[in-house]
């Protein structure tokens, strides 16, 4: 037990650490893009016939820096506030904290990919213990290819063939918006049943994209794990097969939780595309938007929330690991 | 070849074999070709005696072992034979079930690679339940009971060892909690492949004591599987000596030791310090272990590493014939010798 504590603080400052990163690379970012958006509001703002000092205040508040101060005195003052949750004020939505924007799209963004990514968790896993164990047959054969085609196609073009088929070839979910918008939002049995049935495809979208990776990532766990001595040594002592099916899965989905970090950092990625493909108002909407509107301090802090969850769901699946894996302990 | 073996004074002993394998042949498909891993092996079993199998690497001991629990999975294949169990009949027609109900129950095993021979995820005690609820037993906590008492018996911590896991138990502690896993369900017969190889010398006379007492004490029938005729000469009351997937020497242990038939025998006698009581007299045999792509098909197969090769031996491969009483040998070459 005392590992898994020095491994849980040992994670945490990792992970801040890497926060840390993210944010001075945005800093620096932001600082030298061509056309210096803190530098053009504040412009904008002299010349609108706002004050200097008042001016001065108002991008403060929006990008929690200056630019007439010395670089690292911007630096440490931009992070200071990053650590008290400070991230600026948005600039389509006029003078909304960008952090109240944020918490209010974190949820959307949040319950969908985790959705997406446990069921995509599960059937991979279990179509790539089917298609191990069933190598050489046309089941086996079939699955593997399937894997291996879902791999392969772009979440983008996935959401949207998705949406076609489903919403307009034939309408059998609603499109865009995350609930009907003529239900009022509340503990309803009516809004639950609409917010899940607008969630239908876009959760599919994220499921399907993880599929493939996940199956085609087993069935070669499960492969090697087949060759093992204990699998062959439990055979000849005649477990039952299911007892020896157990042995197989729990070995061979160990491994997999080092790939669930990259598929986290995947599934958040592809919010951007099936976020605005599907009108979901998430982190990824977010991102796409502050884009466009060149809203500087909301996508930064888009970013960083995504870095965080990214961060978290790695520091979750490592501890799982520690969990799962007795021999890790030792380390 | 089993012509041989039936002559009377085997027959009378007859009652007393648990298992008599019969023309076992099992090939091994290869780019090169199929190959024969056991050619033509015949091999009786006694009840409560230990029968060694001796061999150096690549001769077929694991594949003998693997084939009585009717365990050969491609690219290897039982192509002839037969292996029968006094009370269960041909093993290699067991399937499904009733093949479950001989792995453990009927024979018990303890594998070449008993460091790796326990899943890594699991508590050894787990492990051992899972080997109840296998096999039916309605209250499996009976094994566990059974596995602290031999656990005592071989100078282990029962409470530590069968609540830790594979990786925090030392090389010669998973030997013989392996050794445990095998006599919790009470098999008949006890199947050994080399047991001690991983262990330094005194883990592993430790550990021959031990199954040697509890050889007796169960009254098993145990087959030992080995490349050491010093573990032959330590416990063993019968021996085979195989060499390329033939037999070719058996016997009782003190003849074989005492008139080796076989120039192999011999070889293999002499590679073993302990046998001719100094280092410097140990002589390692020479030539390489067979390789199955390189046997010759025709004649006697260990003729290319044999200082009394003649004519004949390229020819034909010579059948196993009566030395003495139940000690057989299969070379052409009759001579005495004494080097
Ligand atoms: N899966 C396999 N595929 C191809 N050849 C195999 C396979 N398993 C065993 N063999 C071959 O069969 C022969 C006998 O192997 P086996 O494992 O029975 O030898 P052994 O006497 O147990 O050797 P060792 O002392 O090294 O354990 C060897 O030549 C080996 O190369
Ligand atoms: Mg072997």
């Given amino acids: 037990m005392k590992g898994f504590w020095i491994r849980l603080v040992r994670r945490l400052a990792g992970g801040l650490i890497m926060v840390l990163a993210v944010s001075s690379f945005t800093f620096f970012l932001v600082h030298f893009m061509p056309g210096n958006p803190v530098q053009t509001k504040l412009n904008t703002l002299l010349e609108s016939g706002t004050p200097p000092l008042q001016a001065e205040a108002q991008v403060r508040s929006m990008y929690g820096f200056v630019p007439h101060t010395p670089l690292y005195v911007q630096y440490f003052h931009y992070i200071w506030q990053i650590l008290h949750l400070n991230l600026g004020q948005s600039i389509s939505y006029a ?58 196609i772009p979440q983008f073009i996935l959401a949207l063939g998705l949406a076609y088929l489903f919403t307009t070839v034939f309408r059998v979910f609603p499109f865009g918006a995350p609930y009907n918008a003529a239900i009022t939002p509340g503990w309803s049995a009516a809004f639950l049943a609409s917010l899940a049935r607008h969630a239908v ?122 969990v799962l894996d007795p021999r890790i302990q030792r380390i | 070849m089993s012509a041989d073996l039936s002559t009377t004074s085997e027959a009378m002993k007859s009652s007393h074999i648990v298992c008599s394998v019969r023309n076992l042949t099992v090939t091994y498909q290869t780019d090169a070709g199929d190959f024969p891993a056991l050619h033509n092996v015949n091999l009786d079993i006694q009840q409560n005696q230990i029968t060694a199998v001796i061999g150096e690497s690549g001769s077929g001991k694991s594949t003998l072992a693997l084939a009585m629990l009717n365990g050969i999975a491609l690219p290897g294949r039982v192509t002839g034979g037969t292996i029968s169990l006094s009370q269960h009949g041909d093993v290699l027609a ?61 100078s282990m911590d029962p409470d530590r060892v069968l609540t830790a896991y594979p990786h925090q138990l030392s090389g010669g502690m998973r030997q013989r909690l392996g050794i445990i896993m095998a006599l919790v369900l009470h098999p008949e017969i006890l199947l050994l492949d080399e ?88 002589r390692p045999l020479e030539g ?41 040998t299969a070379c052409h070459w009759e001579g005495q010798s004494d080097d």
């Fill in chain 1, 201 to 322: 495809l876009p959760i599919a979208a994220y499921a399907i994209s993880g599929f493939g990776g996940w199956a085609l990532a087993m069935r070669a766990s499960v492969s090697s794990v087949l060759g093992d001595d204990y699998i062959l040594a439990a055979e000849l002592r005649g477990v039952t097969p299911a007892i020896r099916l157990r042995y197989i899965a729990r070995n061979a989905i160990l491994p997999l939780f080092t790939i669930l970090t990259l598929s986290v950092g995947f599934m958040f990625g592809g919010s951007i595309f099936i976020e605005t493909i599907f009108d979901y108002p998430g982190l990824g909407y977010m991102i796409n938007s502050a884009l466009a509107a060149r809203d500087y301090p909301l996508m930064d802090g888009a970013f960083l929330m995504i870095t965080l969850a990214v961060i978290i769901a790695n520091i979750v699946a490592d501890l799982l690991y520690t």
């Fill in chain 1, 95 to 152: 003078g909304v904290p960008v952090l109240h924007l944020l918490l209010k799209a974190m949820p959307w963004t949040v319950i969908m990919v985790l959705t997406g990514l446990f069921i995509s968790f599960i059937i991979g896993i279990a179509a790539g213990v089917v298609a191990s164990v069933n190598r050489n047959s046309r089941m086996g054969d079939g699955l593997t290819m399937l894997s291996t085609f879902l791999h392969g």
């Fill in chain 2, 195 to 282: 047991p001690t190889t991983a262990l330094d010398l005194l883990t592993q006379s430790a550990v021959l004591q031990i199954i040697q007492s509890i050889h007796r004490e169960r009254q098993l029938t145990t087959l030992l599987i080995t490349h050491d005729m010093g573990v032959v000469a330590e416990v063993a009351d019968t021996v085979v000596v195989l060499y390329a997937g033939r037999v070719m020497e058996e016997g009782r242990t003190a003849a074989v030791l005492r008139h080796p038939g076989h120039p192999y025998t011999r070889a293999l006698i002499k590679a073993i310090p302990r046998l001719t009581g100094s280092l410097d007299q140990a």
């Fill in chain 2, 288 to 328: 390489s272990p067979p390789d199955l792509t390189m046997i010759p098909r025709q004649g006697c197969v260990f003729r290319q590493r044999c200082r009394y090769r003649m004519a004949l031996c390229d020819n034909e491969s010579p059948s196993l014939k009566q030395l003495e009483d139940g000690h057989l």
């Fill in chain 2, 94 to 154: 067991l399937r499904g079930k009733a093949l479950r109900r001989l792995r453990g129950p009927v024979v018990g095993t303890v594998f070449q690679a008993s460091q790796n021979a326990m899943n890594p995820l699991r508590r050894i005690g787990k492990q051992i339940l899972d080997l109840g609820r296998s096999h039916g037993y309605k209250d499996p906590r009976i094994l566990l009971r059974e596995a602290q008492l031999l656990a005592k018996k071989m």
